[in-house]
Nanobody, 127 residues
Framework: QVQLVESGGGSVQAGGSLRLSCAAS????????MGWFRRAPGKEREGVAT???????VYADSVEGRFTIHKDSAKNTLFLQMNSLRPEDTGMYYC?????????????????????WGQGTQVTVSS
């Protein structure tokens, strides 16, 4: 089992920035995928960004160029730096993780692919 705890959410005005953190504990894997997902009010959860253990990164088109995913492997922590925030970025942001094999290719932005989830942290962007 992997435990994930998100932090760093908050309320900002459009154009502002936030940095989300996800602290991982429990079972560890030498090869893994970790990702950020979000659920806007009234919408389904969608993938934001993923990173595997060799730093192959995938971004959703909607955040490309504005968000940056990175990790501190020594501290088992995943980050999401969010710049130029827009009201449509509002939602609950979740951290996810799974064991991964390089033969599978890049990590997926599909939430059904991940067995481990955090409780989420709320991001609200006002216009």
């Amino acid at each position: 089992q992997v435990q994930l705890v998100e932090s760093g959410g908050g309320s900002v005005q459009a154009g502002g920035s936030l940095r989300l953190s996800c602290a991982a504990s429990g079972d560890t894997y030498s090869s893994y995928c970790m990702g950020w997902f979000r659920r806007a009010p009234g919408k389904e959860r969608e993938g934001v960004a993923t990173s595997d253990s060799v730093d192959d990164i995938v971004y959703a088109d909607s955040v490309e160029g504005r968000f940056t995913i990175h990790k501190d492997s020594a501290k088992n922590t995943l980050f999401l730096q969010m710049n130029s925030l827009r009201p449509e970025d509002t939602g609950m942001y979740y951290c996810s993780a799974r064991e991964w094999a390089r033969a599978w290719g890049s990590c997926h932005l599909a939430d059904t692919w991940y067995p481990f989830w955090g409780q989420g942290t709320q991001v609200t962007v006002s216009s």
